[in-house]
Each structure stands twice: as C-alpha cells, then as structure tokens.
T-cell receptor
Framework: NAGVTQTPKFQVLKTGQSMTLQCAQD?????MSWYRQDPGMGLRLIHY???????DQGEVPNGYNVSRSTTEDFPLRLLSAAPSQTSVYFC?????????????FGPGTRLLVL | DQQVKQNSPSLSVQEGRISILNCDYT??????FLWYKKYPAEGPTFLIS?????DKNEDGRFTVFLNKSAKHLSLHIVPSQPGDSAVYFC?????????????FGKGTKLTVNP
C-alpha cells in the first residue's frame, strides 16, 4: 500500500491562477479530508468527505472546492489563488465512516502564492 | 476563538526524563481527544486517543490524562527519547454529537536532548 499520496510536493503560483492539489489513497477509506497548516497554527479543516459523492465544509472552506467522484481520490481546487492561501496542505483519510479515529495523513503539499 | 489551546509553543527535556505536554479546551461538548505527532516535512501521525468516559489511557511510554472538570488533558512521555523530538498536536471532537470534524491546537514543539 502506498497509503495517502499527494501531488505536487511543492508549487509556486501567481495571484489569480488556479490549480488542483491531488490526493489519493489506496486503503479503501471512506473518510477523506483536507487541512491547511500555517506557521504557528494548528491544522485547520478545509473540506471533508464521508464517502464518494458526499462532501462538506470544514472550518476554512472559502476559496477552495472539492469533489469526491471515487473512493480513492479527493482533489482540492484553488479557484483563484491568493497570497493568503500560501500554506502547507495535508490530505488525510480514515477507515471509519467518521474520520475521528486514526487518520492517515499524506506528506503534504507546500504552496507559495506570489 | 480557539477551542483547543496548547499554550506552550515549545518544551525542552533531557533524555530519560518525563515530558508533559498540556492541552486545554473550551467546548464542553468535546468528548473525544487525540494526540498527533509531526516530524518536519512529514504529515502528522496518530499517537494516542482518549474518550471522555475515561480519565487515563496508556500505550507504552505514552499516557494521556483527561480532567473533564478542568477541560484539560495532558500527554506524558516516559522516558523521553531523542526520537520523540517533534511537534505534538492535541485535537478534539464531538463524537457523540455526530461530528466528523477535528479541531486542532497550535502544537507544542518537543525537543529531547541527549
């Protein structure tokens, strides 16, 4: 098992550009989520999904879109990048229907918006 | 308003001694708590959890204590090892309330000196 994979590892964007952060898991987990981590801050939940076709907003959803067409993939889309979206983004998945047990995190995507 | 607070940004201890990491919460509806460990350039990994029906949970060198009346939990690492040097995040959720969301603290950076 590769676990939770994220691509790219690092990305530089200009303000206004759009991009998709990819997240995939091969553990057949129902629950997947996206977090961002900023310096001196904890992880903040952006969006999450409890299964294919079901998504919901987390604490900081503005500026981000998600979809869950398959169990394996949970891409995060930045519609129009802003410098405030400079952060490290983590994707996570969990075997539980509810994602409160042991979430498996990906290695992160470091995003810089100029 | 921060619902989960880790008031110590950093902690330094000697190898072999006890490390105590603290976490306070404000939401009395939280009933499930987790600790995650994070190394640089990696995603967080689950360490230990505790339900609000318990006041202690132990796993090897790691023990989590929960004081519901004080809305306080702590993670004890005994004995501390240099490999324990990492950032530790406390997280909480309303498990019985059906929430799939975790709220994280800002983290405490633990350094264990040889």
């Amino acid at each position: 098992n590769a676990g939770v994979t994220q691509t790219p590892k690092f990305q530089v964007l200009k303000t206004g550009q759009s991009m998709t952060l990819q997240c995939a898991q091969d553990m057949n987990h129902e629950y997947m989520s996206w977090y961002r981590q900023d310096p001196g801050m904890g992880l903040r939940l952006i969006h999450y999904s409890v299964g294919a076709g079901i998504t919901d907003q987390g604490e900081v959803p503005n500026g981000y879109n998600v979809s869950r067409s398959t169990t394996e993939d949970f891409p995060l889309r930045l519609l129009s990048a802003a410098p405030s979206q400079t952060s490290v983004y983590f994707c996570a998945s969990s075997p539980q229907g509810r994602g409160l047990e042991t979430q498996y995190f990906g290695p992160g995507t470091r995003l810089l918006v100029l | 308003d921060q619902q989960v607070k880790q008031n110590s940004p950093s902690l330094s201890v000697q190898e072999g001694r006890i490390s105590i990491l603290n976490c306070d919460y404000t939401n009395s509806m939280f009933d499930y708590f987790l600790w995650y460990k994070k190394y640089p350039a990696e995603g967080p990994t689950f360490l230990i959890s505790i339900s609000s029906i318990k006041d202690k949970n132990e796993d090897g060198r790691f023990t989590v204590f929960l004081n519901k009346s004080a809305k306080h939990l702590s993670l004890h690492i005994v004995p501390s090892q240099p490999g324990d040097s990492a950032v530790y995040f406390c997280a909480a959720s309303e498990l019985q309330g059906g929430s799939e969301k975790l709220v994280f603290g800002k983290g405490t950076k633990l350094t264990v000196n040889p």
